[in-house]
């Protein structure tokens, strides 16, 4: 049985700002060097009494295309992308400072903040990581929308997205895989944008939401292809599905040793999942993750 490894922070603070993409309002986020055995925690700084709000799948709650943590009665939202570049630049124990409940959304992806948190280097303690083994099928979902987690053919975890809006979509249909590390996240994945459909970005304006979101912000489709814009990687979108599923994926708490594969799920999936596995607290199952 491999070792399980040692858990890491960052070795100075990093800071990243912009603008929230549903709010449109500016914040700025610090992310904080922290003890052992931290997790990865945000503070309100905007907030009476800087509340903690720990980024936990049990602080979860569902909110449109966007992943929302709430605790006590502070909350903040669009966490997806700061979460997944902390998991996947290999960072355990960190506190994440932000003035607004609405994270920023660069341009559309998590590059910037994982740069961020690259350049800020990595410090490694002596004490051993949580960290999960999956040995048993987890099966989140239906035949048409669904996350599995599987033992893993390789050490490590590997993810597999297959995104298909079906034959009427200009979203072209892809599959994406990476087997996560430091590496392979900061090249590969975190680059990779939000995207739409022209009509829905319609939608979303005429709500009053995202106003001052345009073509340049991330990557709209239209009929044609990306609207005013160009895809990064051929496979652009599902690469950004994997960032959106490693950041949910990080709400359990643990690395991962295993596979997960997702076809055309989204936020909530991806969040049940991680609650299907942070459910299992018992420090003995920690290699055994049971069915759900």
């Given at each position: 049985?491999?070792q399980?490894?040692l858990?890491?922070?960052?070795a100075?603070?990093?800071?990243?700002s912009?603008r929230g993409?549903?709010s449109?309002?500016s914040?700025?986020l610090?992310f904080l060097?922290?003890k052992p055995?931290?997790?990865?925690v945000?503070?309100?700084?905007?907030v009476v009494?800087?509340?903690m709000?720990?980024?936990?799948?049990?602080h979860?709650t569902d909110?449109?295309?966007r992943?929302?943590?709430?605790?006590?009665g502070?909350?903040v939202e669009m966490v997806e992308?700061v979460l997944a570049?902390?998991?996947?630049m290999?960072?355990?124990?960190?506190?994440v400072?932000?003035d607004?409940a609405?994270?920023?959304?660069m341009?559309?992806?998590?590059?910037a903040?994982?740069?961020?948190?690259?350049q800020?280097?990595?410090?490694?303690?002596d004490?051993p990581?949580?960290?999960r083994?999956?040995?048993?099928t987890i099966r989140?979902g239906?035949d048409?929308a669904?996350?599995?987690a599987?033992?893993?053919q390789?050490?490590?975890?590997t993810l597999?997205y297959?995104?298909d809006?079906g034959?009427s979509?200009?979203i072209?249909?892809?599959s994406?895989s990476?087997?996560l590390n430091?590496?392979?996240?900061?090249?590969?994945?975190?680059?990779?944008?939000?995207?739409?459909?022209e009509s829905?970005?319609?939608?979303?304006q005429?709500?009053?939401?995202a106003q001052?979101?345009t073509?340049?912000?991330l990557?709209?489709?239209?009929?044609?292809g990306p609207?005013?814009n160009?895809l990064?990687?051929p496979?652009?979108?599902s690469?950004?599905?994997?960032?959106?599923l490693?950041g949910?994926?990080?709400l359990?708490?643990h690395?991962?040793d295993?596979?997960?594969?997702a076809?055309r799920?989204?936020?909530n999936?991806n969040?049940?999942?991680?609650?299907s596995?942070q459910?299992?607290s018992?420090?003995?199952?920690?290699?055994?993750?049971?069915?759900?």
């Amino acid at each position: 049985m491999m070792q399980a490894p040692l858990q890491n922070t960052i070795a100075h603070l990093a800071h990243v700002s912009g603008r929230g993409y549903w709010s449109g309002k500016s914040v700025s986020l610090t992310f904080l060097p922290a003890k052992p055995d931290t997790g990865i925690v945000f503070r309100r700084v905007d907030v009476v009494g800087k509340p903690m709000i720990p980024a936990l799948a049990s602080h979860r709650t569902d909110a449109q295309l966007r992943t929302k943590l709430v605790c006590g009665g502070a909350s903040v939202e669009m966490v997806e992308h700061v979460l997944a570049a902390l998991y996947g630049m290999g960072i355990d124990n960190c506190i994440v400072e932000c003035d607004g409940a609405e994270m920023p959304g660069m341009d559309g992806s998590a590059y910037a903040m994982a740069l961020a948190i690259h350049q800020a280097g990595r410090i490694t303690c002596d004490q051993p990581a949580r960290y999960r083994r999956i040995d048993q099928t987890i099966r989140i979902g239906d035949d048409q929308a669904y996350v599995e987690a599987n033992r893993a053919q390789v050490p490590g975890l590997t993810l597999v997205y297959h995104l298909d809006y079906g034959p009427s979509s200009p979203i072209p249909s892809t599959s994406s895989s990476c087997l996560l590390n430091p590496e392979e996240f900061l090249t590969s994945i975190a680059p990779a944008r939000t995207f739409l459909t022209e009509s829905d970005a319609a939608k979303l304006q005429q709500s009053g939401l995202a106003q001052h979101v345009t073509h340049r912000d991330l990557v709209i489709f239209g009929k044609s292809g990306p609207i005013d814009n160009q895809l990064r990687f051929p496979d652009e979108c599902s690469r950004h599905k994997l960032l959106d599923l490693i950041g949910d994926l990080a709400l359990c708490g643990h690395r991962l040793d295993g596979m997960v594969f997702a076809c055309r799920s989204g936020h909530n999936l991806n969040g049940r999942m991680a609650e299907s596995i942070q459910s299992i607290s018992d420090p003995a199952s920690d290699s055994l993750l049971k069915a759900a």
